[in-house]
């Protein structure tokens, strides 16, 4: 199994993908089920403090370039971070 501080989040979510298939599978023991279970559990909670982390790198470089990708100063997300409306034969997408 190793240790899942070694896994990359890639290989976390992998291993996630296949801990999942084998308890769709529903054919093993209840034992063997719980253990997979609880590996998938610490998988997750790993995946979500590796995504907190990029998280942070990613703020902190939006406030190194300025702000400029990032929130505004006033709190609310800058225009260049709202979701964009596209017109496809005159409706709005």
């Given at each position: 199994?190793?240790?899942?501080?070694?896994?990359?989040?890639?290989?976390?979510?992998?291993?996630?993908?296949?801990?999942?298939?084998?308890?769709?599978?529903?054919?093993?023991?209840?034992?063997?089920?719980?253990?997979?279970?609880?590996?998938?559990?610490?998988?997750?909670?790993?995946?979500?403090k590796m995504l907190?982390?990029?998280?942070?790198?990613?703020?902190?470089?939006?406030?190194?370039?300025?702000?400029?990708?990032g929130n505004s100063?006033?709190?609310?997300?800058?225009?260049?971070?709202?979701?964009?409306?596209?017109?496809?034969?005159?409706?709005?997408?």
């Open positions: 199994m190793g240790d899942k501080k070694d896994k990359t989040f890639e290989e976390a979510v992998a291993r996630i993908d296949e801990i999942v298939a084998s308890l769709e599978k529903g054919d093993a023991q209840l034992d063997k089920s719980l253990v997979l279970f609880e590996e998938g559990v610490k998988l997750i909670e790993s995946c979500g907190d982390n990029a998280e942070q790198k990613v703020v902190a470089l939006q406030k190194a370039v300025g702000g400029e990708y100063p006033s709190g609310s997300q800058s225009e260049t971070m709202q979701p964009k409306e596209y017109l496809f034969d005159d409706e709005t997408v």
